[in-house]
């Protein structure tokens, strides 16, 4: 945005080395803003390193609530040497920065047009605290009471804060506080503080959490019933599994007998870990797996197993930037196609779209529904952005009548009454045939296969019988479509411009609409929750004369898909694509648009 | 044809179980591997040993992966689950299923190519786990169903059918597995019915990871002179050292035993394993001493067979887990849902 910082409305971004401590400061600094009731979102650009690179951290409060990434930064906090001068050239005309002026700076390394605060952070902290990691730690800390003082924090807020955090820990309750103070008194008495923008007190968060699309994610499964989790570490999904195995040992602990009412298994690799949540699934067991994209690579034989043999599973895919390793620490939306027809063979797979951690959390409830209700393979696609970093998303609440989907199950006692059972036959007409859980009833036995089988779950190499199986799937996914979640539209019937979007693209877009709003030009929004597109996406895209699709990927992966699956005049459609590893922002969509419509103005 | 279902015909005096069935109960679909291949005598090996040791005939799912061998679940007890899962993964399967329903029988059948090959990285790390199941290689040396290729079991030297002889060491899948956790560790012959039978009731009681390693003649494409994996050879070099003797619970121990050479070995969830050394250097009990011997015996081309190695006394994946007794899949939903109450709590934090 263009528009000039203002109180309750700016960005900082904090420019560290890695493995200096700075996330817990980080953190102290945006919840300070989200309890005084302003809007803030929280953005980690981290490197795949776990000591001695660069780290941004980036605070954005807006009073207005867009919580995209800026793209303008109004305060810098310049920690780290090595990145200084990209770092100083990408403060906001008239905004400011802050370093370390222990040491000097290069001469040359200035600018006119910003204003630059040198507080003697590593002296004060020498000065202040013996012990050496303190002396690193706590400077970090130290810069949070310099921008307390030069946004004039509730100061109030930030005590109840340490107070909580270190609780257990007194002195490192202690050394905070002090060094909170010692920040903000240096600012207060050597600096312009407060700024001409700072933060009031507000009312904006009422109702409302800060957490990462992960945490909510593990959080949903354990509310979703889910007892089988295995998994194979790998970033930007680790963290979701951690928190899984966090929440089950405090919520999923036999409260007479101390046992597990859970089984995480940490697998050798992504091939065993999909091959566990198949045979979980197999045996009856709400079973997930949270990966990447080169996890779902490696999965990708055992997800055509999944279709075929018709096992449900549910996948988180916390996408990163491809392809190959690519960037493991940078977000994109990359995994779209490769995740929608996965293995060989004609296979397809359902997926969903979580927009927010919120949506994370019931995402994985719709998950396991659908995974049951249609005995299949159903993968989450978050992303980086979503999955890693601190999002302010309304507080979940969770339906107590709510009862899981477990879909068409036979168990001893439906089998007790029937004399035959065949696995693959469809007696209802929706393409779901009736399973069965091994060691329930021998009426129920069959043989799971992954070769040519008929309805009887026979094997085959009859071609009818094959097709009649592999047909049945096709219809099958028809009727998924009318159990997936239906978009998110927002309609005028005076625009005919629209937007068609996905995932974390969401706040970006909405702010987007909002400023070009402003300005007079108005568009309609439809954002896909679901693969299979379900009607509704069909009936927007013929309703309108111009449709952008903005995506972050750099093959339009979704704009494919829609080309691919639904009846479009592909004319109509044009692509918005962010892909450079960092979560879009409003400017960015903005800047397309217009040059699109100026360039049909010209022609 | 695996879902043909053999003749119903029984005789009257067919000798019936505990739970009042007969082997013919335990029996699956026809087999269609070749005439005299070693693995349909595992196969009736396997429905003896569920057979005496009267479990219900519902409760054992076998899981398989790619190849001759895998095919063989379809040929077993008709009455219970099967999977025939993707090449060399069986484990990561079985350790699924065994997560959500820990009460099952599991039972495994791999290959050579299955397990040694493309699934030794799956097959190293169920032995680390030590899960509850019977996994049986069925070894012939040999890719059956691609038409005579060396398995990684082939022994140097060997020679395949059309004359090349394999110069690669092989890998000795009881030798694997001692070193990598497995807390059951047996070796034996598709022809050595007398052997086999206890050792897969053995195999089942055990609580822990069971590999039993089957010499199981190709008789299409591994059979031949030249070959270490024939009827002919693993006859030649046949080398008993363990046998074992399983005892149900609640049976009485009736056979005879000469003092010293039976060790009585009590099953983690009852029964008995008695013991017979064959051959009296060999300890079974002791890890290093074990590998140790099979190693001298690969070099002197001999084939050590009984139960190699066994410790009841390590915990299983369900046990290092602290996982519940109910099975994970029998859980009502009301115990894995803490509720909207606890969800406002857990969110304290994030305020």
Not at chain 1, 302 to 319: K, S, W
Not at chain 1, 412 to 433: P, S, T, W
Not at chain 1, 561 to 572: G, S
Not at chain 2, 128 to 146: A, D, K, P
């Amino acid at each position: 945005m263009k528009t000039k910082p203002s109180n309750n409305e700016f960005t900082i971004k904090i420019a560290n080395v890695n493995g200096t401590g700075s996330a817990s400061a980080n953190g102290l600094l945006m919840k300070s803003l989200f309890r005084m009731g302003i809007p803030v979102v929280g953005k980690n650009y981290f490197p795949s390193n776990i000591q001695g690179l660069p780290t941004w951290y980036e605070i954005r409060a807006s009073e207005k609530g867009h919580l995209a990434r800026s793209g303008r930064i109004d305060i810098m906090i310049a920690m780290n040497a090595e990145t200084y001068k990209k770092d100083l050239a990408d403060v906001a005309p008239g905004g400011y920065l802050i370093y370390d002026s222990t040491w000097p700076r290069h001469s040359l390394l200035n600018r006119d047009d910003i204003t630059i605060f040198g507080v003697p952070l590593s002296k004060l902290c020498n000065e202040n605290f013996s012990n050496a990691r303190a002396r690193i730690l706590m400077k970090n800390v130290v810069y949070v009471g310099v921008v307390a003082a030069l946004l004039d924090l509730d100061l109030d807020v930030i005590s109840q804060l340490l107070n909580e955090t270190f609780a257990k820990k007194a002195s490192l309750l202690e050394a905070n506080q002090l060094a909170i103070r010692m920040g903000y008194e240096y600012a207060k008495t050597h600096l312009e503080a407060p700024l001409p923008f700072t933060a009031k007190t507000s009312n904006k968060t009422d109702g409302y959490i800060i957490i990462d699309g992960n945490t909510a994610a593990g959080l949903g499964c354990v509310y979703a019933g889910a007892t089988v989790g295995a998994w194979y570490p790998i970033t930007p999904s680790t963290s979701l599994m951690d928190a899984f195995k966090g929440f089950c040992e405090k919520l999923r602990k036999d409260p007479e007998t101390g046992e597990n009412n859970y089984c995480i298994v940490q697998a050798e690799d992504e091939l065993a870990a999909i091959g566990m949540v198949l045979g979980a699934g197999w045996a009856g067991a709400r079973a997930f797996t949270p990966t990447s994209g080169p996890g779902i690579s490696l999965m990708s034989e055992f997800l055509g197993y999944g279709y075929f043999t018709e096992i449900p599973a549910v996948l988180f895919n916390v996408q990163r930037c491809g392809p190959s390793t690519g960037m493991p620490t940078r977000t994109q939306q990359s995994d779209i196609t490769a995740c929608a027809f996965a293995s060989h063979g004609d296979t397809r797979h359902v997926l969903l779209f979580p927009a927010s951690p919120e949506e994370c959390f019931y995402s994985a409830r719709d998950a396991f529904d659908l995974a049951e209700r249609l005995q299949t393979p159903v993968i989450v696609l978050s992303d980086l952005d979503i999955g890693m970093n601190d999002w302010m998303c309304k507080t979940l609440a969770w339906d107590d009548k709510y009862q899981p989907d477990r879909g068409k199950v036979l168990r001893a006692a439906d089998l007790e009454k029937m004399e035959v059972f065949h696995r693959y036959k469809d007696v209802d007409g929706d393409a779901i045939a009736a399973r069965t859980l091994p060691g329930d009833h021998p009426t129920g036995a069959y043989f799971t296969r992954g070769s040519g089988h008929n309805l009887y779950g026979a094997y085959t190499e009859d071609a009818g019988e094959y097709q009649q199986v592999v047909d049945r799937l096709r219809q099958k996914w028809e009727t998924a479509k009318s159990y997936v979640p239906k978009p998110v539209v927002e309609y005028q019937e005076k625009n005919n411009i629209g937007i068609i979007s996905i995932g974390s693209c969401d706040e970006a877009v909405r702010e987007a609409i909002y400023e070009l709003g402003k300005e007079g030009l108005g568009i309609n929004y439809l954002r896909v929750r679901a693969f299979p597109f379900n009607g509704q996406v069909q009936d927007f895209i013929d309703n309108h004369d111009k449709l952008y699709v903005v995506e972050q990927n750099r093959d339009a992966q979704l704009k494919s898909l829609l080309c691919l699956e639904l009846h479009v005049d592909d004319e109509k459609l044009v692509e918005i694509l962010h892909y450079n590893g960092l979560p879009t922002k409003a400017s960015f969509i903005i800047d397309a648009i217009n040059q699109d419509l100026a360039k049909g103005e010209a022609a | 044809m695996s879902f043909m279902k053999r003749p119903a015909v029984r005789h009257p005096k067919l000798p019936v179980n505990d739970l009042g069935l007969t082997v013919r109960d335990y029996e699956g679909g026809m087999s269609t591997l070749c005439a005299g291949c070693g693995h349909d005598s595992i196969t009736s090996a396997l429905v003896e040993a569920a057979f005496k040791l009267s479990i219900p005939t519902h409760r054992f799912a076998k899981l398989s992966g790619i190849g001759c061998s895998s095919k063989t679940p379809a040929y077993f007890l008709r009455d219970s689950h099967g999977m025939n899962s993707t090449h060399g993964r069986m484990p990561s399967v079985a350790t699924g299923a065994n997560s959500a329903d820990r009460s099952l029988y599991y039972i495994g059948v791999s290959g050579d190519g299955d397990s040694l090959s493309i699934g030794m990285g799956q097959f190293a790390h169920v032995m680390r786990r030590n899960l509850n199941m019977l996994y049986v290689i069925e070894n012939n040396g040999v890719y059956g169903l691609t038409k005579g290729q060396f398995s990684a079991a082939a022994d140097v030297g060997s020679t395949s059918k059309k004359g090349d002889a394999n110069m690669q060491p092989p890998i000795d899948p009881c030798q694997a597995a001692i070193t990598l956790g497995a807390t059951f560790v047996a070796r034996s012959f598709s022809g050595d019915k007398e052997q086999l039978v206890p050792l897969l009731m053995a195999g089942l009681q055990h609580r822990g990871f069971a590999m039993i390693d089957v010499i199981s003649p190709c008789v299409t494409f591994n059979d031949h002179e030249g070959s270490t994996k024939s009827y002919e050879y693993t006859r030649e070099h046949y080398h008993p050292a363990i046998m074992a003797d399983f005892v149900p619970p609640a049976k009485e121990i009736l056979a005879r035993y000469d003092e010293g050479e039976a060790i009585p070995v009590q099953m983690h969830d009852g029964g008995t394993i008695i013991l017979r050394k064959l051959d009296k250097s060999y300890d079974p009990t002791n890890r290093i001493s074990a590998i140790t011997n099979l190693m001298s015996s690969q070099t002197a081309k001999e084939i050590t067979t009984g139960l190699l190695y066994i410790d009841e006394s390590q915990p299983d994946m369900h046990e290092l887990n602290n996982t519940c007794q109910t099975p994970l899949r029998d859980l009502p939903y009301s115990k894995v849902c803490p509720g909207n109450d606890v969800l406002q709590k857990v969110q304290a934090r994030y305020r």
